[in-house]
């Protein structure tokens, strides 16, 4: 990979804060742009800025179409059976948010997530439990933070059939650790539970093979994977998507109506309730191709190099502890750390200030694991592939000047 040469595809990297380069490291909140997404956008906008699935003017054929290209395009690149499978949302949020309304979730009904989840797959789970008696469980993660399947089996057997879902978070964003997916699913399909796969930080990462890993669905976010920002995916089997009630009802969700009644479309159609963010489809379509042309294999690799450059570096600093497990090949791209005494938010703060290092402190939407061990929050570093090792160098040189004064 030239990373130089692919830098030169973002405009971001062409400007610069005070005569000083930026140096963006909060690829896990959102990524940049290419200019081929910021192009589409554009176009969208200044040549045929009409609405979809509609009226069949011109312009509107035009953004139907391009938009079922889209779809495709992003139903090929995580190994999708057809389209149909794929939904168009917000983001994550509203994806997991469609399957915890839509899903027949009774009392008595158990949901199994880990121990790490971000709020968009925890608050769902917790308002079904408040308003209809749903039962959540949590896995508790091993000591170094990782998944562990023997008390995540424990907890299916004692359940007896009655976990109706298994919601996880596959990537983790608040240490990039990658949960043993295939055969949590597995375990899952076992006892008659389906999965929910927060993928949020794991397809923009990994290749997502959807009818081998047979996840029933899967959410991810288009602005952490290139694309534009409020555009998401909600992955679904076919059969299983057929048979949900759609969560937002209204425009171009039925087939017709009366003053009675109403006849959904078919899926995807029924669950995109209401004028649709074409440009953010398009745009995602387009930072789709340009991933596929980087490869997600070259994405991993580069993500290794860097992060393992950082941890080695950072390791030395004294009562500095990485969440996650101590390897950096199983996290990723992603680097969270804290110091007993040190406000994360100051560090933050200050590489921003002094040498616009762009990172993020705090907890990270996942208040729950913090609070549950007493630590206030952390610093994360999350890279991506068009990051570099001199990057990584004013980091490292930065944050240790920060720390020496701080301490
Ligand atoms: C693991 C994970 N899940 C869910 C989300 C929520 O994503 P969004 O805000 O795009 O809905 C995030 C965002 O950072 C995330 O990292």
């Excluded at 030239?2 to 140096?23: A, M, S, W, Y």
């Excluded at 690149?77 to 949020?93: L, Y």
């Excluded at 952490?224 to 937002?248: A, C, N």
């Excluded at 004028?275 to 789709?288: F, K, N, T, W």
Aim: net charge neutral; with cysteine; hydrophobic share 35%.
């Amino acid at each position: 990979m030239d990373i130089e040469k692919i830098r030169q595809d973002f405009p971001l990297f062409k400007t610069d804060i005070n005569g000083k380069p930026i140096v963006y490291f909060d690829n896990a909140c959102q990524t940049l742009r290419p200019r081929t997404v910021i192009n589409a956008i554009s176009e969208y906008y200044e040549k045929y800025p009409a609405c979809g699935g509609r009226s069949s003017h011109k312009l509107a054929n035009t953004v139907t179409r391009k938009c079922e290209e889209a779809r495709k395009t992003i139903a090929k690149f995580i190994g999708a059976k057809r389209k149909e499978e794929i939904i168009f949302t917000r983001n994550t949020t509203e994806g997991i948010n469609l399957i915890a309304n839509s899903l027949e979730l009774n009392r008595g009904d158990i949901v199994v997530t880990t121990d790490k989840e971000h709020n968009s797959n925890l608050i769902p789970w917790q308002i079904l439990a408040e308003k209809k008696g749903v039962i959540h469980k949590i896995v508790p993660s091993k000591p170094d933070n990782s998944f562990d399947l023997e008390k995540f089996k424990e907890i299916m057997e004692e359940s007896r059939g009655d976990v109706k879902l298994t919601a996880m978070v596959f990537t983790s964003n608040l240490d990039g650790a990658t949960i043993p997916a295939k055969e949590i699913i597995k375990i899952s399909h076992q006892y008659g539970a389906k999965v929910l796969l927060d993928a949020a930080q794991a397809a923009p990462h990994q290749k997502i093979d959807a009818d081998k890993l047979d996840a029933d669905f899967m959410a991810f976010s288009g602005h952490k994977m290139l694309g534009p920002s409020g555009i998401g995916i909600l992955y679904g089997k076919h059969r299983l998507l057929e048979k949900l009630e759609p969560f937002l009802t209204g425009g171009d969700t039925v087939e017709y109506s009366t003053y009675g009644g109403h006849k959904f479309l078919p899926p995807p159609e029924k669950f995109e309730a209401g004028l649709q963010d074409y440009a953010g489809i398009i745009g995602l379509g387009e930072a789709i191709k340009y991933l596929e042309k980087i490869g997600l294999k070259n994405i991993a690799a580069q993500e290794y190099k860097l992060n393992k450059f950082i941890t080695e570096e950072i390791a030395e600093i004294p009562r500095l502890k990485i969440i996650g497990p101590t390897n950096p090949a199983s996290r990723g791209g992603i680097i969270s750390f804290y110091i007993e005494d040190v406000d994360s938010h100051q560090i933050a703060l200050i590489l921003d200030e002094t040498a616009n290092v762009m990172i993020r402190s705090g907890q990270h939407c996942a208040h729950s694991w913090f609070n549950s061990r007493g630590i206030k929050g952390s610093a994360r570093a999350s890279l991506y592939f068009y990051n570099t090792l001199d990057e990584c160098r004013v980091f490292v040189q930065n944050l240790k000047k920060i720390i020496d004064v701080l301490n």
